[in-house]
């Protein structure tokens, strides 16, 4: 899987110790309390949609993983993994470099597309 090694590329820039094993439950993690604070101490409020989530969320792995799980062709999975290990270990820098990638639209029309 891409994931694994976009992870793993990732992890081998800086240990950041985490609460969760998989980037599955990451996520699964950060939108249980998403109207709330949560693990991270956010805001919640109105119009934060799916949309407004992909955009702000700064874990390029995590990101990488809905991607790949909302069934983006194989290619655009190939070139975010580029783009994330050419950006350096800046995190917003490697979600901005995936999100050229593979915007919104790509993983929104991905899930539309699932059966």
């Not at 985490?18 to 950060?30: D, F, I």
């Not at 820098?93 to 995936?98: I, K, P, T, W």
Request: hydrophobic share 45%; charged share 20%; net charge positive.
């Amino acid at each position: 899987m891409l994931a694994a090694t976009l992870e793993a590329h990732v992890a081998g820039l800086k240990d950041r110790g985490v609460w969760y094993r998989t980037q599955k439950e990451h996520l699964q993690g950060w939108l249980r309390d998403y109207s709330g604070p949560g693990a991270y101490g956010r805001k919640g409020g109105p119009g934060r949609d799916a949309k407004f989530f992909y955009n702000h969320f700064q874990c390029a792995p995590g990101l990488f993983w809905l991607a790949e799980a909302a069934g983006v062709a194989n290619p655009k999975l190939k070139a975010a993994v580029a783009a994330v290990t050419a950006a350096g270990p800046n995190l917003a820098r490697q979600c901005a470099a995936l999100r050229r990638e593979i915007p919104w639209s790509e993983v929104e029309a991905s899930l539309l597309r699932k059966p």
